[in-house]
């Protein structure tokens, strides 16, 4: 069974930065893995993302260049260095896995519906 755990969240003044991890269990392998976020009553909003066989990131336009998404070399912890922040990053954050690549999807990734494994979700709050 598949298990998602997210962790490293916490509360920061604008400008700051966090890194958040998800650790990836029960699965050999995934084709893509990515980040998504939600604040209370809307749907979880798609951040990065990132090709499992050759580590291509993708990233929505409203965090390029101050996110950025990583992996480790056993590829079980997919990291999220979030710098830069604003109050509008405020969210739970959650990562999630998928059989396919970010690229089959052709831009469709970023659909929430497309994905049903989650894990958790670590708090991310953003001060002014």
């Known amino acids: 069974q598949v298990q998602l755990v997210e962790s490293g969240g916490g509360s920061v003044q604008a400008g700051g930065s966090l890194t958040l991890t998800c650790e990836v269990s029960g699965l050999k392998r995934y084709r893509g893995i990515g980040w998504f976020r939600q604040v209370p009553g809307k749907n979880r909003e798609g951040v990065a993302a990132m090709d499992g066989s050759d580590g291509t990131p993708y990233y929505r336009d409203f965090v390029r260049g101050r996110f950025s998404i990583s992996r480790d070399s056993g590829k079980n912890k997919v990291y999220l260095r979030m710098s830069d922040l604003r109050p509008e990053d405020t969210a739970v954050y959650y990562c999630?896995?998928?059989?396919?690549?970010?690229?089959?999807?052709?831009?469709?990734?970023?659909?929430?519906?497309?994905?049903?494994?989650w894990g958790q979700g670590t708090q991310v709050t953003v001060s002014s």
């Open positions: 999630t896995t998928a059989a396919h690549p970010v690229s089959a999807y052709r831009g469709r990734w970023w659909d929430d519906w497309q994905h049903t494994n």
